[in-house]
């Protein structure tokens, strides 16, 4: 059981003659310890990036800190990656059937008028609103609007129907986009009844 001390007591942390303690042990392990430590001098050095000789290892002297390369090598990569992405795209486009590629042409084409998104933002905002905020808004407008298309047409297809989306196939994605929560609520509403 350990003892209790009380605030005007200390505890010895002396060992005394009565104390089962195998001072061996201790004393190999202390000095285990301080030979790994100095047995290998060149491990602190090590992590610092320099070797035993007391040079850098690091080979990059341009200063760019993550490769050997210089900075206009990279933006040539950036360059070379965005011309693969357009022959990839190209591939894929010259691959799409007529229907498809209609499809594409008009979802390249769509866009919202820009002086009725801007004038829907000053309205909302009351301050005015730079081309660049109008031009990213009617973007995310085209996106929300595709996202309750597809859905729209999931839902006509669950209900085995075809032809043009009709109003009640909209509706209900929408009902579901915002049971997922990735349609805004917008106005609450509060219920007709409470029941308290």
Do not use: W
Request: glycine share 8%; hydrophobic share 30%.
């Amino acid at each position: 059981m350990d003892e209790i001390l009380f605030p005007t007591q200390q505890k010895s942390n002396s060992l005394s003659d009565g104390d089962d303690v195998d001072l061996k042990f201790f004393q190999s392990a202390s000095g285990e310890r301080k030979d790994s430590d100095t047995s290998d001098p060149g491990n602190d050095a090590d992590r610092d990036g320099k070797d035993a000789d007391g040079d850098n290892d690091n080979k990059n002297t341009d200063g760019d800190g993550d490769s050997g390369e210089p900075a206009h090598k990279k933006l040539k990569t950036k360059k070379e990656l965005e011309e693969e992405e357009r022959e990839r795209m190209q591939v894929l486009v010259s691959n799409f059937t007529e229907e498809q590629l209609d499809r594409y042409e008009m979802y390249r084409r769509s866009a919202f008028p820009k002086a009725a998104v801007k004038r829907l933002m000053q309205t909302i905002t009351g301050c005015s609103v730079s081309q660049n905020v109008v031009i990213a808004m009617s973007g995310i407008a085209k996106v929300f609007v595709g996202e309750v298309v597809e859905e729209a047409l999931d839902v006509m297809e669950a209900q085995g129907e075809s032809g043009a989306l009709q109003p009640k196939f909209i509706r209900e994605a929408v009902r579901r986009l915002r049971t997922k929560d990735r349609m805004p609520i917008g106005r609450y509403q509060q219920p007709y009844f409470r029941l308290n």
